[in-house]
């Protein structure tokens, strides 16, 4: 303890969820096979105006519900890369989180999409 502030040592990695990025205007949810996608559709959001977290998730049982209650808090909008991870966390989010499943398809389309379902509502 110096000055009064305590620093925690760097711990390795043991739960199921990694961050890979913080953001706060929405959470991109992946697994191992989807999260160099999700991590580049964040570094191209981030141009255009949109902070992207990137989760990934490493295993479904036992879900990490305390990193997807955080996020869930934060963004608001949780885009799952698959229908299989949205399945997952459904038990554990709250009935107003805005969850969807937004499967791969060309990083530009994607990117596109992903605009058009974050814009706020009129």
Do not use: W
């Amino acid at each position: 303890m110096t000055g009064g502030i305590f620093i925690l040592p760097s711990l390795a990695f043991e739960g199921t969820t990694k961050v890979i990025n913080k953001g706060v205007d929405i959470t991109l949810i992946a697994d191992s096979d989807s999260v160099d996608f999700a991590f580049g559709v964040s570094r191209v959001l981030s141009v255009m105006g949109v902070s992207a977290a990137v989760l990934q998730v490493t295993c479904l049982a036992p879900f990490d519900s305390k990193t997807m209650e955080y996020f869930e808090q934060t963004t608001r909008k949780l885009i799952f890369l698959t229908t299989e991870l949205l399945e997952a966390a459904e038990k554990h989010l709250k009935a107003d989180t805005d969850a969807v499943v937004a499967e791969l398809m060309e990083k530009e389309i994607y990117i596109k999409k992903l605009m058009e379902m974050i814009k706020p509502q009129k």
